[in-house]
């Protein structure tokens, strides 16, 4: 593999708190060098002129569905790590509501062979208990050591409060956090969004704050018992959730969460005339959840922008809201409605929006050498042109499906370069 | 690297892009003469609507009969009627149209066609509007969306029945003696209607919400917490709770009588000895404390239940009348529908 020297870019790194324009060396798949513009000799590397451009570790998303194996005709490995290269990101973590599930250090392994065409480095999430049925645990070692970087049964959420404790304690021992989509399914029975005003005059069954604060609270209380412990919280979407991951962090727990782009940036509002592509899980809230998810983002509450990225093909999507499967595609709109929201609209500083999607998740989830451009590191970078205006089209979506509400939106930032592992996997 | 640096996959994919005259389907058009919800009609549409109504019903039938000669409509229905399915079939019918019905028990519905597909398949049969009754809240839009054409909403699951709301008004304003060319943001100023019984599941109880208050009249709501959240107040100006239902009858000129949902419950337990005692419309309670109101049931009703056969059957029933305005109201909704419909038949 030929190296590339990335030029004369602006090199913002949160976790070692660089901002300054750097010249980057990337070589074997790692970084090789980070020096003052003009220092590196690189003689027979291909050169990236990164002139008035932000080059950032590759972005890191540690929510995503790629349908494989199983869903090939959503999505597959190759076509959501292409979407992902195109939006900036590097890493993606693969949800393991597979079919079949993902419960086993085979399945763990077949996701990241070489055989699946990866544009990006895929790290598998494994199933918390067989089949995500929540009933028994799955081995949480062989699928560490099969590449499992934490355990979940995203979707189903884990209820009984003995199995989620024993999840828990297991994951405590082998050091990998308990990832738990917070919804009391007990109270959300053949509900398709956010309770409230809007669902009543809608004629739609609403999904309650408290269907995800309860179960956050609850996991919360189990934590408590378990001694190095670990809780992820996976698109929180209600203030109150976040509210008490705030009070329990404060209480010296380890507890993480994570908000996706759309719970930051939409309303309920946005489902207009029953618009399948603003259905997901959690739903779309009210603009007092979005702000105070906004707040959790700027004050640090939130440790992670993750996507949610949820492939679902045309005929299922143009279905009546209440038979329409939930999730949308996010990996190539999340940069830039991070920028042109969080960083341009609320001033947050761009190293810090990159945090979000870069050492923070990184450091969730554990993902050693990854988030940070240092020396030895993989040689995983971004590199975008912050103050670029562009229309993000869905028809030209790297993913196999088309399941976006933010076709035709204008974002600030757009990708120019992405390289995973020192191989360019987009321009 | 020379291979990476054009890596196959970053080529634009162009044959699974969606070709750019065809809009993704949720940012297609709804044809504007469509009537999916009654917040789509202001009051001097519904005064055109209901003032059409009265010309067509005193229509000569044989001049009436040209007006929509041959043109082509289809009810697709998704769940079982009776009133709504058959006005509109005699609606459309007495206009000249030549109608057709595809109910989910005879059609490829069965087989598991999607709705989007039956409206395509419909279309291309020449239908120039469908009349769609579903179970599912907003499929009226999917629809109109899928097609192009004109959907008149016969109801769809808990949302809306907007063509149930205009004949419940012209029904109060026969009873009020206000003539449609009367109608007006005022016309039903100190007139309280109640809706009493199971409004969380009731789509003509949220379509007569979205109309009544702004013809000036006032709304009380009343049922138990199950079946009417507090939040039901907030679908319009001047909408009030009142649990009391002799407190609400008492201040009623008229009161809409609806049933218990049960294929819409959930799982919802209810009391239904309880239900009667606090909720049933019955004698003794409307001769203390409404003796002149107006009772209203949008049908079907559950007799010994929401209403007792006294008054179901009694002197200030209109049920039966409700029934009978279906049939204008849903000419007048046919005609605007095709009116200026170019034939588009290929």
Redesign the interface.
């Known amino acids: 593999m030929k190296s590339l020297l990335i030029r004369g870019g602006r090199v913002v790194d949160a976790a070692t708190k660089m901002d300054a324009v750097r010249d980057v060396l990337l070589r074997d798949g790692k970084v090789a060098a980070i020096d003052a513009p003009g220092k590196i000799k690189a003689d027979g590397a291909e050169v990236f002129d990164a002139k008035g451009l932000v080059v950032a570790p590759g972005l890191i998303d540690i929510h995503v569905h790629l349908r494989e194996p199983g869903q090939g005709y959503k999505e597959t490995i190759a076509s959501g790590t292409a979407a992902a290269a195109a939006g900036g990101f590097t890493t993606v973590c693969a949800m393991p509501n597979t079919i079949p599930v993902n419960d086993s250090p085979e399945i763990t392994r077949w996701m990241q062979a070489a055989e699946r065409g990866a544009s990006a480095r895929v790290y598998p999430i494994a199933a918390a208990t067989r089949g995500s049925m929540g009933e028994s645990l799955t081995d949480y070692a062989a699928m560490k050591d099969a590449g499992a970087v934490a355990v979940t049964d995203d979707g189903k959420p884990i209820l009984g409060d003995a199995i989620m404790l024993e999840a828990l304690r297991a994951a405590a021992q082998l050091g990998l956090p308990v990832i738990q989509h917070a919804e009391d399914t007990r109270l959300t029975g053949g509900c398709s969004m956010n309770a409230g005003a809007l669902a009543f005059r809608l004629g739609l069954r609403g999904m309650s704050i408290e269907a995800e604060s309860g179960l956050v609270e609850r996991d919360i209380a189990l934590l408590e018992k378990v001694k190095g412990g670990h809780l992820h919280v996976a698109h929180l979407s209600t203030k109150k959730a976040l509210d008490a991951v705030r009070a329990a962090r404060k209480a010296g727990l380890h507890v993480t969460c994570e908000v996706t782009p759309h719970h930051f940036v939409l309303t309920e509002e946005r489902i207009g005339h029953y618009d399948t592509n603003a259905k997901m899980n959690p739903p779309l809230r009210t603009e007092s959840d979005r702000a105070a998810m906004i707040e959790g983002l700027l004050d640090g509450t939130v440790d992670a922008i993750a996507t949610d990225h949820a492939p679902h093909a045309a005929h299922e999507k143009e279905q009546e809201f209440d038979r329409a499967p939930n999730g949308i595609t996010g990996l190539e709109t999340a940069l830039g409605l991070a920028i042109s929201v969080l960083h341009v609209q609320h001033k947050m500083p761009l190293g810090a929006v990159l945090a979000l999607l870069t050492s923070r998740p990184a450091a969730a989830l554990g993902l050693h050498g990854r988030g940070s451009l240092t020396v030895g590191a993989a040689g995983d970078v971004v590199v975008f042109d912050p103050a670029e205006k562009w229309v993000f089209r869905a028809a030209d979506s790297k993913s196999k499906s088309k399941n976006t509400p933010f076709d035709g939106w204008e974002f600030q930032g757009r990708v120019r370069l992405t390289v995973s592992e020192g191989r360019v996997v987009f321009r | 690297?020379a291979q990476?640096?054009k890596?196959s996959?970053?080529k634009?994919?162009k044959t699974?892009?969606?070709p750019?005259f065809e809009p993704?389907?949720?940012?297609r058009a709804?044809h504007p003469q469509s009537a999916?919800s009654a917040s789509d009609f202001s009051v001097a549409e519904i005064r055109r609507i209901l003032l059409s109504a009265d010309t067509l019903e005193k229509e000569e039938p044989l001049r009436r009969a040209k007006r929509l000669a041959k043109r082509r409509v289809a009810l697709l229905f998704y769940e079982s009627s009776t009133r709504t399915r058959t006005s509109f079939e005699l609606a459309a019918k007495a206009l000249g149209a030549d109608t057709t019905l595809v109910s989910s028990l005879s059609s490829s519905i069965e087989k598991g066609e999607?709705?989007?597909d039956t409206g395509i398949t419909l279309k291309a049969l020449g239908a120039e509007c469908i009349i769609l009754r579903?179970p599912?809240?907003?499929?009226p839009?999917?629809l109109a969306r899928?097609t192009g054409l004109p959907v008149l909403n016969a109801g769809?699951?808990?949302?809306?029945h907007p063509s149930q709301a205009l004949l419940d008004l012209r029904t109060m304003l026969r009873f009020r003696g206000i003539k449609a060319t009367a109608i007006s943001e005022k016309c039903l100023r100190g007139v309280t209607v109640t809706i009493c019984g199971d409004i969380?599941h009731s789509?003509v109880a949220?379509s007569n919400l979205l109309t009544l208050p702004r013809l000036g009249a006032q709304v009380i709501l009343c049922g138990p917490p199950e079946l009417l959240?507090e939040?039901?107040s907030?679908?319009g100006p001047g909408i009030q709770v009142e649990r009391d239902f002799d407190a609400a009858l008492r201040r009623s000129q008229i009161v809409m009588m609806l049933r218990i949902q049960a294929e819409r419950l959930?799982?919802m337990k209810i009391d239904l000895d309880d239900y009667r005692r606090r909720y049933q419309a019955n004698a003794d309670r409307m001769a203390a404390h409404a003796p002149e109101a107006l009772v209203m049931h949008p049908g079907p009703i559950i007799r010994g239940m929401e209403i007792t056969s006294e008054v179901a059957d009694g002197p200030n029933s209109a049920i039966a009348e409700q029934v009978h305005h279906g049939v204008p109201i849903r000419m007048a909704l046919v005609a605007r529908a095709l009116a200026g419909v170019k034939v588009d038949r290929r």
């Open positions: 690297m990476t640096r890596p996959r970053s634009p994919q699974s892009a969606i750019f993704a389907l949720f940012q709804i999916i999607s709705l989007k579903s599912y809240s907003g499929a839009y999917l899928a769809d699951g808990m949302a809306e969380l789509r949220r959240p939040i039901a907030s679908m959930a799982g």
